[in-house]
């Protein structure tokens, strides 16, 4: 099966109204059911969103140098006493993370979030927006080798409430992706445990991350696999999908649909039988083995088959290797990523779908899962 548990200054008080007059068509006593809201409310949610998700963004960079999607001057509006509350312990906490990821060698010189309203809704007194933030960061050169950018892109939904007068108040601002927070995303609960079954299954072995590693390269060409197919894929789709595949976006994730098909571009060779058993590895027309799609039957198909090897630390893997994450240490693995990028001092940097990023280093993800358990496996 699909894992289904994947699951900065603070802001400043926002005061201005969201939407009044022509700017809003709607009237709450228009009716009860939800309608679309005109182009400039839709805008100006945008703005909304646009402000709370470059704060987050601007917690993590150097100087606080960052761009909103607009530019020009952010629209204010006013939070809810939770979401404000909400909102300034998620900058503490990313400016937290920012610490930590100094401390192993990593900062962002600048950064541009962009926002776009996908929908938005108004029904009595209620409004529902849903917004896809599109962040890239820029790596400072600490080290010298670090790749350009990190990319991501990620889905959210807000709740508002109209206020006496015809102000707005954001109550609240959720991510709708099922795999990793984002760069600029606190890192919320995960409290999903997996009973164990009592069957034994080919688990592997969970890898330090201990930082520096002893170095352990891998030959790149030459051998059964292309690692650079894998990576050229990879990084041609992290954002858009491949129209040759089906999506498994819903709440398992597509992450490991993801990485079955960078490694098939590479060179990983099908093995065709019944779906659900784990030993078999497969995509057809209709259908899918549960190992292409499931990021414990992949780890299962994987060691059973020897098609990959489990490595001792995760500083050890190269372009082409797969980690996976164990989030809330319940057993069951609930994320896979392919490393598309590795620098000349050992750091890897991770692309991956759900949430979809583009070279994010393996500092970030144990900056943002110190407590998590961790695979390494060299392909």
């Not at 990793?180 to 009592?198: C, I, L, Q, Y």
């Not at 083995?289 to 059973?304: R, Y």
Request: proline share 4%; charged share 25%.
């Amino acid at each position: 099966m699909i894992p289904k548990r994947f699951r900065p200054a603070a802001i400043a008080a926002l005061t201005v109204a969201l939407a009044s007059g022509s700017l809003f068509a709607y009237s709450a006593s228009a009716g009860t059911g939800p309608r679309a809201a005109d182009r400039a409310t839709a805008d100006t949610f945008g703005r909304l969103a646009d402000d709370v998700l470059s704060q987050r963004t601007q917690a993590l960079v150097d100087g606080q140098v960052g761009r909103h999607s607009s530019g020009k001057a952010s629209t204010k509006a006013r939070l809810s006493v939770q979401l404000k509350k909400d909102e300034d312990a998620a900058i503490a906490s990313l400016r937290s993370r920012k610490t930590r990821l100094a401390e192993l060698g990593e900062a962002y010189s600048a950064a541009d979030t962009r926002v776009a309203v996908d929908k938005a809704t108004v029904a009595g007194g209620k409004a529902t927006v849903q917004v896809t933030e599109e962040t890239t960061l820029t790596y400072k050169k600490v080290r010298g080798d670090e790749p350009a950018t990190t990319d991501f892109r990620t889905r959210y939904e807000l709740t508002l409430t109209s206020k006496r007068g015809g102000d707005w108040e954001l109550t609240s601002i959720k991510s709708q992706e099922a795999g990793p927070v984002a760069v600029n995303e606190p890192v919320a609960a995960k409290a999903n445990v997996v009973k164990d079954d009592g069957n034994q299954y080919p688990d592997g072995t969970p890898a330090s991350t201990k930082y520096p590693a002893t170095p352990k390269p891998k030959a790149k060409t030459g051998g059964a696999y292309d690692y650079a197919a894998m990576t050229k894929y990879a990084e041609k789709y992290w954002r858009n999908y491949n129209p040759e595949y089906r999506k498994f976006s819903g709440a398992g994730g597509d992450c490991t649909n993801f990485i079955s098909q960078a490694l098939k571009a590479g060179g990983w060779k099908p093995v065709p039988g019944s779906t659900s058993d784990y030993r078999n590895w497969n995509y057809e027309a209709t259908r899918q083995t549960d190992s292409w799609v499931g990021a414990n039957e992949w780890a299962w198909f994987t060691l059973s088959n020897e098609r990959a090897a489990n490595l001792a630390n995760v500083y050890q893997m190269d372009v082409g290797d797969i980690l996976q994450v164990d989030f809330n240490k319940d057993g069951s693995k609930d994320h896979s990523m392919m490393v598309t990028y590795r620098s000349g001092n050992g750091m890897p940097y991770l692309t991956y779908h759900s949430t979809n990023t583009y070279r994010k280093s393996l500092a970030s993800i144990i900056a943002s899962y110190p407590n998590a358990v961790y695979f390494a496996y060299r392909t």
